[in-house]
């Protein structure tokens, strides 16, 4: 095993994670992280349209374009997807490892109760999910 890859998420970006998490709560909340060269600077949040909102999160196509138009109009573009666990851990399931998509940030919100919530960065390498550190400062 080689370093783990770091990536910078800025506190401010991961205020509103959790706040849109438990927003959603029960729910799974989605959304995009746009940035410049893959790292975050916004945090969007779309609606869920999956058929269970409850287990599933499905990003809206046409709000998935919009905002992608919208950040490239501005110099940016998306460099990730997030989503929250309503009740539980940060780590992908099953179910989003087969949805992601190689090359992009996926990071997770997991809620875990008492206004807990961890917040963990993943990356799709051969198929399988590599952890990538999130780190709130400029290191
Ligand atoms: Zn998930």
Same mark, same amino acid.
Do not use: K
């Given at each position: 095993?080689?370093?783990?890859?770091?990536?910078?998420?800025p506190s401010p970006l991961?205020r509103a994670?959790?706040?849109?998490?438990?927003?959603?709560?029960?729910?799974?909340?989605?959304?995009?992280?746009?940035?410049? *060269?893959?790292? &975050?600077? =916004?945090?969007? #949040?779309? +609606?869920?349209?999956? @058929?269970?909102?409850?287990?599933?999160?499905? !990003?809206?196509?046409?709000?998935?374009?919009?905002?992608?138009?919208?950040?490239?109009?501005?110099?940016?573009?998306?460099?990730?997807?997030?989503?929250?666990?309503?009740?539980? *851990?940060?780590? &992908?399931? =099953?179910?989003? #490892?087969? +949805?992601?998509?190689? @090359?992009?940030?996926?990071?997770?919100?997991? !809620?875990?109760?008492?206004?807990?919530?961890?917040?963990?960065?993943?990356?799709?390498?051969?198929?399988?999910?590599?952890?990538?550190?999130?780190?709130?400062?400029?290191?």
């Amino acid at each position: 095993m080689g370093r783990m890859a770091e990536m910078r998420l800025p506190s401010p970006l991961r205020r509103a994670l959790a706040q849109h998490a438990r927003d959603a709560w029960p729910e799974e909340a989605c959304g995009l992280l746009v940035g410049v *060269g893959g790292a &975050p600077r =916004e945090v969007v #949040r779309l +609606a869920n349209v999956a @058929g269970d909102p409850l287990r599933r999160y499905a !990003l809206d196509p046409l709000e998935y374009m919009r905002v992608e138009h919208a950040a490239e109009r501005r110099g940016l573009g998306v460099a990730g997807v997030w989503h929250s666990h309503p009740d539980g *851990g940060a780590e &992908p399931s =099953e179910t989003d #490892r087969r +949805a992601a998509w190689p @090359g992009w940030l996926y990071v997770i919100v997991g !809620l875990q109760g008492e206004g807990q919530h961890c917040i963990r960065g993943w990356r799709l390498v051969a198929n399988e999910f590599v952890e990538e550190e999130l780190h709130a400062e400029q290191s």
